[in-house]
Antibody, heavy 118, light 110 residues
């Protein structure tokens, strides 16, 4: 059974880079059945798709965030990662990693809270 | 791409049916049969309830059904139960690997 777990700092200073990782267990990150995605949810607000990455390294990002998003895959660790640069308070959110099957996500991590504050 | 439009709230009594709408455009909901629905309880991760307009994953009760007409998708919960009280989000494929979410609907079981 596929499981995902986010990890990373819970507090990031404004203008710095947010870095998160997601560890995949119970399956291989190299699976052709999935791409690996990031979704966030600001406090009290809705979900926002950030982007996703295939094990091959191909990436796709939300146009509104694309200039600040970098994603990568480490197949040796069965992990994928997100970097979001030049963060502001508006980037404060719960960040979820998820396994995506083309048009939907059917496996999610529990989420990790990231606060942007000095 | 703009967020899909959902009503902020919906409600129904136990045993009743409630329908939640999700309106997009001809570039997302109307263009593809790739609408999905997620249920989110407070403090929890979203859970996939419907994929590809109307497909229920294994384990999702058949009280949950969904459809699409034009630029609007709908999720119907029949035989409402207390545990159905949650936030519901629709999502649509919008081309070029892009996904768009709706703003979410808070379903209250009266």
């Amino acid at each position: 059974q596929l499981q995902l777990q986010e990890s990373g700092p819970g507090l990031v200073k404004p203008s710095e880079t947010l870095s998160l990782s997601c560890t995949v267990s119970g399956g291989s990150i190299s699976s052709s059945s999935y791409s690996w995605g990031w979704i966030r949810q600001p406090p009290g607000k809705g979900l926002e798709w950030i982007g996703n990455i295939y094990y091959s390294g191909s990436t796709y990002s939300n146009p509104s965030l694309k200039s600040r998003v970098t994603m990568s895959v480490d197949t040796s660790k069965n992990q994928f990662s997100l970097k979001l640069s030049s963060v502001t308070a508006a980037d404060t959110a719960v960040y979820y990693c998820a396994g995506r099957r083309f048009s939907y996500m059917d496996v999610w991590g529990k989420g990790t809270t990231v606060t942007v504050s000095s | 791409q703009s967020a899909l439009t959902q009503p902020p709230s919906a409600s129904g009594s136990p045993g009743q049916s409630v329908t939640i709408s999700c309106t997009g455009t001809g570039s997302d909901v109307g263009a593809y049969n790739y609408v999905s629905w997620y249920q989110q309880h407070p403090g929890k991760a979203p859970k996939l309830m419907i994929s590809e307009v109307s497909k229920r994953p294994s384990g999702v009760p058949d009280r949950f059904s969904a459809s699409k007409s034009g630029n609007t998708a709908s999720l119907t919960v029949s035989g409402l139960q207390a545990e159905d009280e949650a936030d519901y989000y629709c999502s649509s494929y919008a081309g070029s690997n892009i996904l768009i979410f709706g703003g979410g609907t808070k379903l209250t079981v009266l």
